[in-house]
């Protein structure tokens, strides 16, 4: 937990509070405090925001290296092995993930989660369709790893490329307002490069 999260979690309370207040206020006739409470709350909402949006545009993309895990609480996912196989039409590479639990009592599961190989020219490239492939949202018990593997056909034009394990759907919520975080607003996704 960083201080981004804590002070998003201070902010959430007291906007809650603030909103309580303002209906409260409503409620009992005082109207013109009820509008600045609700006003003090969206001009609020809109400069925190607009930080998250700011240092989401401002920060660098993460590299990663291989074998480098990616939690989310104690859910972790790293790209263990990238292997490419070149051919007049395309580039394959076979990417093997590792997902790994490490909680000591409950199974875990993480929603929302894609991998996808991105060319220099942001370009994406999903994997492959595969009927057989293991869900990244596989239950994983207490202390359990399990491998996956994916397969992207690159076209020869994209040029340098790099695995992308990120988040989306389900509205990357709290994530999306966390200043800083990787699932925030105009924050650029980690990224594995493709040796």
Do not use: N
Not at 66 to 94: H, M
Not at 129 to 141: K, R, V, W, Y
Not at 160 to 187: L, M, N
Request: glycine share 8%; charged share 20%; with cysteine.
């Amino acid at each position: 937990m960083t201080i981004f999260d804590l002070l998003f979690v201070l902010l959430f309370l007291a906007g809650a509070l603030s909103l309580i207040g303002a209906c409260i206020s409503l409620l009992r006739g005082r109207r013109t405090r009820a509008f600045r409470l609700a006003r003090g709350l969206a001009v609020g909402v809109l400069v925190y925001l607009g930080i998250v949006a700011v240092v989401g545009i401002g920060s660098p993309q993460v590299v990663r290296r291989l074998r480098e895990d990616q939690c989310s609480d104690d859910w972790c996912i790293a790209v263990d092995s990238i292997r490419g196989d070149t051919s007049a039409a395309s580039t394959t590479y076979d990417v093997d993930l590792r997902l790994s639990s490490r909680a000591r009592r409950t199974a875990q599961r993480e929603r929302f989660v894609v991998v996808y190989v991105l060319s220099e020219s942001g370009q994406r490239f999903d994997a492959t369709p595969d009927a057989a492939a293991i869900p990244f949202d596989t239950l994983l018990q207490a202390g359990e790893t399990i491998h996956v593997r994916r397969r992207f056909a690159v076209p020869p034009r994209a040029g340098r490329a790099g695995v992308v394990v990120a988040r989306e759907g389900g509205y990357r919520f709290p994530g999306c307002c966390i200043i800083g975080d990787e699932s925030s607003v105009f924050h650029k996704h980690a990224i594995t490069p493709i040796q």
